[in-house]
Nanobody, 124 residues
Framework: QVQLTESGGGLVQAGGSLRLSCAAS????????MGWFRQAPGKEREFVAS????????LYADSVKGRFTISRDNAKNSVYLQMNSLKPEDTAVYYC?????????????????WGKGTLVTVSS
């Protein structure tokens, strides 16, 4: 069993930066590919970024490529999302997710665990 807890959300002006963190419980954190999704009001949850169990490879949605960076520290059972050059359209609840048996992912289906989310609001 793995529990995921996100933190670091908040209100920021357009062009600003935030760093989200996701802390995982359990001793098998390194066995999971990890990722971030987001859901804006009235919209479906969408993929943001994912990272392999080793941290050696990452994948990003086109909308955040070049602005967001995903990373992980298996010694700290944590995954991070550094968000730079934020735009109002980045406003959403951001969710951390974990999936075993796969290198990385882009779909919401098949996730083993989800966090409860952290709200990011970008003002114009």
């Amino acid at each position: 069993q793995v529990q995921l807890t996100e933190s670091g959300g908040g209100l920021v002006q357009a062009g600003g930066s935030l760093r989200l963190s996701c802390a995982a419980s359990g001793r098998t954190f390194s066995a999971y590919a990890m990722g971030w999704f987001r859901q804006a009001p009235g919209k479906e949850r969408e993929f943001v970024a994912s990272i392999t169990w080793s941290g050696g490879s990452t994948l990003y949605a086109d909308s955040v490529k070049g602005r967001f960076t995903i990373s992980r520290d298996n010694a700290k059972n944590s995954v991070y999302l550094q968000m730079n050059s934020l735009k109002p359209e980045d406003t959403a609840v951001y969710y951390c997710a974990a999936r075993s048996g796969i290198s990385y992912f882009t779909s919401t289906s098949g996730m083993d665990y989800w966090g409860k989310g952290t709200l990011v609001t970008v003002s114009s």
